[in-house]
């Protein structure tokens, strides 16, 4: 299974972005799917997660109201629109899918599939 994210950059504080996320080599509506982020010298966190279905959504709270997660089955692929961007949200942003459908792994361990991150940086 691979992840291949994109859509970030450089963006004035305020703004907003699309990520994507495609995945291949899998049967992606079996996947929940999550988005994580990891700022230099900070641990990796958890940003939202949405379920095979689209229908159930997770978000961590420095998120929520801000980024949407949604996803289109018959793309193999997931978004992130992120919106008032501040510069706090600079970080490198990974998608990862999931195999386990009931339990929302918040710290990611235990996911089996990462993609390679896409950077983000906000300006103030």
């Known amino acids: 299974v691979q992840l291949q994210a994109s859509g970030g950059g450089l963006v004035q504080a305020g703004g907003s972005l699309r990520l994507s996320c495609e995945v291949s080599?899998?049967?992606?509506?079996?996947?929940?799917m999550y988005w994580f982020r990891q700022a230099p010298g900070k641990e990796r966190q958890f940003v939202a997660r949405?379920?095979?279905?689209?229908?159930?959504?997770h978000s961590s709270d420095s998120v929520k109201g801000r980024f949407t997660m949604s996803r289109d089955n018959a793309e193999n692929t997931v978004y992130l629109q992120i919106s008032s961007l501040k510069p706090e949200d600079t970080a490198v942003y990974y998608c990862?899918?999931?195999?386990?459908?009931?339990?929302?792994?918040?710290?990611?361990?235990?996911?089996?599939?990462w993609g390679k991150g896409t950077q983000v940086t906000v300006s103030s």
């Open positions: 949405i379920n095979q279905s689209g229908v159930s959504t």
């Open positions: 080599g899998g049967t992606f509506s079996n996947y929940a």
């Open positions: 990862a899918a999931d195999t386990s459908l009931l339990v929302v792994r918040r710290s990611g361990s235990g996911i089996p599939y």
